[in-house]
């Protein structure tokens, strides 16, 4: 068949270029009609393959009857860094719901040192062309660390936005943990730690160590040098000795019993590790939040009824739902899902900030978008759902810190 095409298509194009008579361009053509069949008939076997992988998918899953196949969510969570293919099921990560501390720099003086960190060497709050926010500069050879003031808990998760110029030399990008209380005063040389980094190098990878010394990370493929000049939202889970890393929705790192649970919490630090020679820039940060995990969202509906979450992220001033919410919503749908007669109603909680007749519209939308996800994404009935919004009428702590505004800022699923 596909002889006979091209055979077809050959004498076509002779009859249409029989004044150029040049065997070596009917030879150029000839190939190039073969490669544009060859590609077409590629096409129509992914789309065949793809369509049993999908009825695999949903086998697996156990919702055969889900109109909305896992292919429709990575769909809905397609993000700018075309990360979607490491979305849906494989994005598991919920965040804490007890915010230990919060800090989006808003309120600092943009060349300043914020005042609820601490440094070795330098730093300072930069805002940076055509992003949102105010961000603080990681320089080179320098730890930066938020005062936390308390040991970590057993069970916490840290998020945080992260950005690195492109085209340009830049430092290792390291964050993580270790048993020294205040770094700006004691060396982590020689202390228990725990770290993931990325090279400053041309490697697209991530890593992680237990060593200062470079050269000896364990690593990952990860498209660090595409990632640059773009904003990565990096979640790290901690169970116990259990660590998790997540750029952006990727899960990179599940590490059983990498983390010591007795020695690592007492520091949470960003670390410019040395180059020489001197690059001519650092990194930024953002947006940092460390939270306490407490229970899970199926005990909290199906024994107390009610379900509050800090753990679905909206854009400012919007009812947008952020991709990294997925983990949260999914674990709702399952339980929603194994519960087919339980009905809800999604209340949405703003903090202080703005007006409290916009704060109580905005609350409001979004719990309605928390609905039409729910319906289109996870295939939960409409009729079971219905939404409200109370904006900052009924905090859950105080706003007058960062921590208790984003405490506030939440969602409430309570059942009918």
Same mark, same amino acid.
């Given at each position: 068949?596909?002889?006979?095409?091209?055979?077809?298509?050959?004498?076509?194009?002779?009859?249409?270029?029989?004044?150029?008579?040049?065997?070596?361009?009917?030879?150029? #053509?000839?190939?190039?009609?073969?490669?544009?069949?060859?590609?077409?008939?590629?096409?129509?076997?992914?789309?065949?393959?793809?369509?049993?992988?999908?009825?695999?998918?949903?086998?697996?899953?156990?919702?055969?009857?889900?109109?909305?196949?896992?292919?429709?969510?990575?769909?809905?969570?397609?993000?700018?860094?075309?990360?979607?293919?490491?979305?849906?099921?494989?994005?598991?990560?919920?965040?804490?719901?007890?915010?230990?501390?919060?800090?989006?720099?808003?309120?600092?003086?943009?060349?300043?040192?914020?005042?609820?960190?601490?440094?070795?060497?330098?730093?300072?709050?930069?805002?940076?062309?055509?992003?949102?926010?105010?961000? %603080?500069?990681?320089?080179?050879?320098?730890?930066?660390?938020?005062?936390?003031?308390?040991?970590?808990?057993?069970?916490?998760?840290?998020?945080?936005?992260?950005?690195?110029?492109?085209?340009?030399?830049?430092?290792?990008?390291?964050?993580?943990?270790?048993?020294?209380?205040?770094?700006?005063?004691?060396?982590?040389?020689?202390?228990?730690?725990?770290?993931?980094?990325?090279?400053?190098?041309?490697?697209?990878?991530?890593?992680?160590?237990?060593? %200062?010394?470079?050269?000896?990370?364990?690593?990952?493929?990860?498209?660090?040098?595409?990632?640059?000049?773009?904003?990565?939202?990096?979640?790290?889970?901690?169970?116990?000795?259990?660590?998790?890393?997540?750029?952006?929705?990727?899960?990179?790192?599940?590490?059983?019993?990498?983390?010591?649970?007795?020695?690592?919490?007492?520091?949470?630090?960003?670390?410019?590790?040395?180059?020489?020679?001197?690059?001519?820039?650092?990194?930024?940060?953002?947006?940092?939040?460390?939270?306490?995990?407490?229970?899970?969202?199926?005990?909290?509906?199906?024994?107390?009824?009610?379900?509050?979450?800090?753990?679905?992220?909206?854009?400012?001033?919007?009812?947008?739902?952020?991709?990294?919410?997925?983990?949260? #919503?999914?674990?709702?749908?399952?339980?929603?899902?194994?519960?087919?007669?339980?009905?809800?109603?999604?209340?949405?909680?703003?903090?202080?900030?703005?007006?409290?007749?916009?704060?109580?519209?905005?609350?409001?939308?979004?719990?309605?978008?928390?609905?039409?996800?729910?319906?289109?994404?996870?295939?939960?009935?409409?009729?079971?759902?219905?939404?409200?919004?109370?904006?900052?009428?009924?905090?859950?702590?105080?706003?007058?810190?960062?921590?208790?505004?984003?405490?506030?800022?939440?969602?409430?699923?309570?059942?009918?």
């Amino acid at each position: 068949m596909k002889n006979y095409i091209i055979t077809a298509l050959m004498l076509f194009c002779i009859v249409a270029f029989a004044q150029n008579s040049h065997a070596q361009i009917l030879k150029k #053509l000839e190939k190039k009609i073969e490669r544009k069949i060859n590609q077409r008939i590629d096409r129509k076997t992914d789309k065949t393959i793809d369509k049993g992988l999908d009825k695999v998918e949903e086998g697996i899953d156990g919702r055969p009857g889900n109109q909305t196949s896992t292919s429709a969510q990575k769909n809905k969570y397609t993000n700018d860094n075309n990360q979607a293919d490491y979305v849906s099921s494989k994005f598991d990560f919920i965040p804490g719901e007890k915010v230990l501390f919060f800090d989006d720099f808003i309120h600092e003086a943009k060349g300043d040192f914020p005042v609820r960190w601490n440094t070795n060497g330098s730093g300072e709050i930069v805002t940076i062309l055509n992003l949102k926010g105010n961000w %603080l500069k990681i320089p080179d050879n320098t730890i930066s660390f938020p005062e936390l003031r308390t040991v970590l808990p057993e069970n916490f998760t840290v998020e945080f936005d992260l950005f690195y110029s492109t085209g340009i030399t830049r430092p290792p990008v390291t964050f993580g943990f270790t048993e020294v209380n205040n770094p700006a005063k004691t060396t982590i040389q020689h202390k228990k730690l725990f770290y993931f980094h990325i090279p400053a190098t041309i490697k697209d990878n991530v890593g992680y160590s237990t060593s %200062l010394y470079s050269g000896r990370e364990i690593t990952q493929s990860w498209p660090a040098n595409k990632m640059a000049g773009k904003v990565i939202h990096v979640s790290i889970a901690v169970n116990k000795n259990r660590i998790r890393l997540y750029m952006d929705e990727r899960k990179i790192f599940d590490l059983p019993k990498a983390f010591d649970p007795n020695i690592l919490r007492n520091n949470f630090h960003f670390r410019a590790a040395p180059l020489i020679p001197k690059p001519n820039d650092g990194f930024y940060v953002s947006n940092l939040r460390i939270a306490e995990a407490g229970l899970d969202a199926r005990s909290q509906l199906l024994n107390n009824g009610k379900y509050s979450t800090t753990g679905i992220y909206f854009e400012t001033g919007s009812a947008n739902i952020k991709p990294q919410s997925y983990g949260m #919503l999914k674990e709702i749908a399952d339980v929603l899902d194994e519960t087919p007669n339980m009905k809800v109603k999604i209340v949405g909680h703003t903090d202080s900030d703005g007006g409290m007749g916009l704060n109580i519209e905005l609350s409001r939308k979004r719990a309605a978008a928390v609905k039409t996800t729910l319906e289109k994404e996870f295939g939960i009935m409409a009729s079971r759902l219905t939404v409200d919004g109370k904006g900052a009428s009924d905090p859950a702590s105080n706003n007058t810190s960062p921590e208790g505004k984003a405490a506030n800022r939440r969602v409430e699923f309570i059942k009918m």
